[in-house]
């Protein structure tokens, strides 16, 4: 059964850049049939997806953070990773990472990791 | 602003049964799927494709889509499904991207 783990500072300061590794067990992070997704969510607020990676490197963001967002993968590590860049309070949230199915005309994530909440402050 | 709208708050009695409803121009074109958050726990997928349950999902759980609505139904609300949903898609520009409901809070009476 594949589970997913965040890791990675819990407190960054503003303007400084956030970074946070997925780490996936019990699957390979190479398979072909799968995508890998970053999604967060602020204190009290919905789900916001910020991007996906796959195997191959190809990644695709969310046009809202796109300028900011740095998805990447270590297929040796099983693990991929977010670095967001220039981040202020708005960027404080639980961030999580979760197994992204993508088919035509549909799309799921399942399973997620637990979530690791990021608070951005001086 | 999100490009799926969905109610904020639903209640049922217990034992009844409710719909959860998201609208939104994507669900013409792409499949919808569902997802329940509890306080301090990761969402967990309940609905894929507009009608799918994953295994280990309860049947009480259903999906469905019509035109730009896709709907949770849940048939027999046990106080364990309170919970906060979400509905997701493929966004209306046909890109590769994803977006979100604002959630429905589900009160169990």
């Known amino acids: 059964q594949v589970q997913l783990q965040e890791s990675g500072p819990g407190l960054v300061k503003p303007s400084q850049t956030l970074s946070l590794t997925c780490t996936v067990s019990?699957?390979?992070?190479?398979?072909?049939?799968?995508?890998w997704s970053w999604i967060r969510q602020p204190a009290g607020n919905g789900l916001e997806w910020i991007g996906r990676?796959?195997?191959?490197?190809?990644?695709n963001y969310n046009p809202s953070l796109e300028s900011r967002v740095t998805i990447s993968i270590d297929t040796s590590k099983n693990q991929f990773s977010l670095k967001l860049s220039s981040v202020t309070a708005a960027d404080s949230a639980v961030y999580y990472c979760?197994?992204?199915?993508?088919?035509?005309?549909?799309?799921?994530?399942?399973?997620w990791g637990r979530g690791t909440l990021v608070t951005v402050s001086s | 602003s999100s490009e799926l709208t969905q109610d904020p708050a639903v209640s049922v009695a217990l034992g009844q049964t409710v719909r959860i409803t998201c609208q939104g121009d994507s669900l013409r074109k792409f499949y919808a799927s569902w997802y329940q958050q509890k306080p301090g726990q990761a969402p967990v997928l309940v609905i894929y494709g507009n009608t799918n349950r994953p295994s280990g999902i309860p049947d009480r759980f259903s999906g469905s889509s019509s035109g730009n609505t896709a709907s949770l139904t849940i048939t027999g609300a046990q106080a364990g499904d309170e919970a906060v949903y979400y509905c997701?898609?493929?966004?209306?520009?046909?890109?590769?991207?994803?977006?979100f409901g604002g959630g429905t809070k589900l009160t169990v009476l």
């Open positions: 019990g699957g390979s992070i190479s398979s072909e049939n799968y995508y």
């Open positions: 997701s898609s493929r966004d209306s520009s046909g890109s590769h991207h994803v977006v």
């Open positions: 979760a197994r992204d199915v993508r088919l035509t005309h549909q799309n799921w994530f399942d399973p």
């Open positions: 990676i796959f195997t191959s490197g190809s990644t």
